[in-house]
Each structure stands twice: as C-alpha cells, then as structure tokens.
C-alpha cells in the first residue's frame, strides 16, 4: 500500500482494510490539503475566474461581469428585443 499523502508515498503495511495513509500526520496532512483545495477552488470561482457561460458553457473571462460569454451575450440581447418588439406590436 502506497502513502495517500502524495508528499510521502512511502510503501506502508495497512493495519485496517481502509487505511490510506501510513500514519496518523499524513492522513491529517492529506485532509487538510484537500480541504484546502476545495476552498481556493471556491475561492477561485468567487472571484470570477473559472465561470463558464450560462448558455454555452465556455470560460468566462474574469472582466466579464455577465453570466453568459460575449457572443451569448449578443444573441440573448436580440431575443430580448425581439420579444419586446413582438409585445409592443401586440399593444398596438
Ligand atoms: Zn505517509
Ligand atoms: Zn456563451
């Protein structure tokens, strides 16, 4: 069995079917990175840089502030108005 501390990776003998790591530090050291990948991860989404678009799903810039990417962008504002004229032509 090899180490699930990716820092280790030492060759350990398990003592219970489920042991991942072969001490105590390093299933505390691997749970902590995990941990903390997870929170730079939202962080990162927090912060706007891994948002994919709403519509198509590609990658968002951080500087675009939309939910949805630029061509999206467009194509939405056109059904937009287009709707909008339909209501105004039915108004009228
Ligand atoms: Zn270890
Ligand atoms: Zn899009």
Request: glycine share 6%.
């Amino acid at each position: 069995m090899i180490c699930g501390n990716k820092e280790c990776a030492k060759d350990f003998e398990p003592k219970t079917h489920n042991q991942k790591y072969c001490t105590d530090e390093c299933c505390r050291i691997a749970t902590n990175r995990r941990i903390m990948e997870k929170y730079y991860e939202k962080k990162a989404i927090r912060n706007g840089s891994i948002r994919p678009c709403k519509k198509c799903g590609i990658q968002l810039s951080r500087y675009n502030q939309s939910n949805y990417c630029s061509s999206c962008e467009k194509k939405l504002d056109i059904d937009l108005k287009g709707r909008l004229m339909g209501m105004i032509n039915e108004i009228s």
